[in-house]
């Protein structure tokens, strides 16, 4: 049996809690180094990936009540696939949907039920003066639990799908029936079908301010009810039709205005109006970040780079609905996107198959990019499409320290021009498919360089100065003995490489430990002599024995000198 090493157990406490306060440094805001990308508040830049479902929030279904949404088997499943990042889905209406002619439930909603007299679902009419306290508790929770695990969150405030009777088409049943603000489901009087079309639309404009201060009011309570949280994004409303954007804008206004005399604020999105939307309205807004259509700078097949007017947020949802593949990903990445998928999960009330492997093979390639972004110095790197003739790449060209990510979506080989860079740089090829790596030879820089693809398929190309690799942090502030020290990849799913630059003759001590402080493998104790070095971990014990996927701390020590860091491993 092994048992609990209390110092080191309290040792790693310490490093625990200061990672999580490092990663919990206030709400985001616009990185001023890189405004393609986020950061927190001490210029940690912050890159957004991961997957979202319409039922996230409020349980969804065919039946009444819906069935329970499995949250924490959904936080897992982010976790597992390395996401960071969801949109929290909202819809308005207590029943029925466009594109099923059968009931579908939704529950809670934001506001109170007492009656007297009954809406059009055969519930207590809606009282739009009493908030449902529940929904916002729930609101609450969710988001803390997210933020628990380091997983941003975007509240979703409003729906399109919630109010018109036809949506791009899809009349199979209409929301606006359930919809709180028709005159036949609340209490107070409140039409919000102005025009007497059996459609709400218009509650997504400022043509009735009585509802719009309703609306703000909502808002209002959102926001005082997570506002001292950290990992929180706003989204005014998903797919809201033409002639909303006025709306959006004095909501966008509304919110920044609002927390301005709060403790906190945070980014405030706007995502594209459908149908008839267009992403100029987009740009042209007061949002911090955006989810544009692919209409126009085609951001599903080959995305315009992201100049960093507006962080933009690639959202299949807008893009193509339920759909996308991996190379849409890494396209996205390499020109400064940060990419969402839209997830099937388990939903089996769509067309497409939830189990189809195209949507694991989406969610493990975020998570790729994630890996890369934590590894790169991705603040330094900027789309460069002249430099690969792929035309996807991210690229640093300081010439000591250069870094140079390419995606090959189906090409044979590959010109980088290279002419920026002085002395050897390492190669590592990756194949998105099953995410292993292969490291080639080293090249010279100084000129343009060709490389043959490993793969008969597509691949990722990664070409960097061993010294440009992500740091891990010294507690000790002191002149190390050990020059770097790189371990990638990290999370990994099968083994992982230390590399390490010892300055001088040392005996060393790299040792794995679980999060309770049990030692679980020695990978070195030897004198070394100077230079580079690595060694590989293959997730196993002393005893050959693979280990479960979780968190695990490495400790690399010579003489007093002592560096600890943290490793996961993915199955």
């Given at each position: ?9 309290i040792t790693f406490i310490i490093f625990f809690t200061s990672m999580a306060m490092a990663q919990n440094n206030g709400p985001l805001f616009v990185h001023p180094d890189n405004p393609r990308y986020f950061s927190d508040q001490n210029k940690n830049f912050v890159y957004l990936t991961g997957s979202h479902t319409w039922s996230n929030f409020q349980d969804i279904g065919d039946s009444n009540p819906p069935r329970i949404f499995d949250y924490s088997e959904y936080l897992n499943f982010l976790v ?477 020590s010579q003489n007093s000198e002592i560096q600890f860091g943290k490793l996961v491993y993915l199955k």
């Amino acid at each position: 049996m092994f048992k609990i090493n209390f110092p080191r157990f309290i040792t790693f406490i310490i490093f625990f809690t200061s990672m999580a306060m490092a990663q919990n440094n206030g709400p985001l805001f616009v990185h001023p180094d890189n405004p393609r990308y986020f950061s927190d508040q001490n210029k940690n830049f912050v890159y957004l990936t991961g997957s979202h479902t319409w039922s996230n929030f409020q349980d969804i279904g065919d039946s009444n009540p819906p069935r329970i949404f499995d949250y924490s088997e959904y936080l897992n499943f982010l976790v597992n696939n390395n996401h960071n990042f969801f949109r929290l889905w909202t819809w308005e209406q207590s029943k029925w949907v466009n594109w099923d002619s059968n009931d579908f439930w939704i529950d809670p909603l934001p506001y109170m039920r007492p009656g007297p007299g009954l809406a059009l679902d055969g519930k207590p009419k809606f009282n739009l003066d009493h908030f449902n306290q529940d929904y916002f508790d729930r609101l609450r929770n969710r988001i803390i639990a997210a933020g628990q695990l380091n997983i941003y969150v975007s509240i979703m405030l409003f729906n399109g799908f919630s109010v018109e009777k036809n949506k791009g088409g899809e009349n199979l049943n209409n929301p606006w029936k359930g919809h709180p603000f028709n005159i036949n489901n609340n209490i107070n009087n409140i039409n919000g079908d102005s025009n007497n079309d059996n459609s709400g639309s218009e509650v997504h404009t400022l043509v009735n301010s009585q509802i719009t201060a309703i609306q703000e009011s909502y808002v209002k309570k959102v926001i005082d009810s997570i506002n001292d949280l950290d990992n929180v994004l706003y989204e005014i409303s998903n797919e809201s039709a033409a002639g909303a954007t006025e709306w959006q804008y004095h909501m966008i206004n509304f919110i920044k205005n609002y927390e301005s005399s709060k403790p906190k604020q945070h980014p405030v999105g706007m995502t594209v109006e459908w149908p008839g939307g267009t992403n100029s309205e987009l740009f042209n807004s007061p949002a911090d970040w955006v989810s544009p259509n692919g209409l126009s700078g085609d951001y599903y097949d080959n995305p315009e780079i992201s100049t960093g007017s507006k962080i933009i947020i690639s959202d299949t949802d807008h893009l193509c609905g339920i759909c996308g593949n991996r190379s849409w990903v890494w396209k996205s990445f390499l020109r400064g996107i940060n990419p969402i998928l839209m997830d099937v999960y388990k939903e089996t009330d769509t067309e497409v198959d939830p189990t189809d492997p195209i949507w694991d093979d989406i969610r493990k390639n975020l998570g790729y990019t994630r890996e890369y972004s934590r590894r790169i110095n991705l603040l330094n790197m900027t789309p460069q499409n002249s430099i690969s003739s792929s035309s996807y790449c991210l690229a640093n060209t300081n010439p000591d320290s250069g870094e140079y990510l390419i995606y090959l979506p189906y090409e044979r080989n590959v010109t980088v021009d290279l002419s920026s860079q002085k002395g050897n740089l390492e190669i590592q090829w990756r194949n998105p498919e099953n995410g292993h790596y292969i490291s080639d030879v080293p090249v010279t820089g100084g000129k343009s360089r060709i490389f043959i693809n490993p793969f008969n398929k597509d691949a990722v190309l990664y070409i960097y100065h061993p010294v440009s690799t992500a740091q891990i942090q010294n507690p000790k502030k002191v002149e190390s003995n050990i020059k770097y020290i790189s371990i990638f990849p990290n999370p990994f799913n099968s083994s992982t490489s230390f590399k390490y630059y010892l300055q001088t003759k040392a005996r060393v001590h790299l040792v794995i430990y679980n999060i309770l402080g049990q030692e679980i493998r020695i990978l070195i104790d030897d004198i070394q002599v100077p230079g580079e070095k690595v060694v590989r971990w293959d997730g196993k014990d002393l005893y050959g024995y693979s280990l479960s996927s979780g968190l695990y701390l490495f400790e690399l020590s010579q003489n007093s000198e002592i560096q600890f860091g943290k490793l996961v491993y993915l199955k």
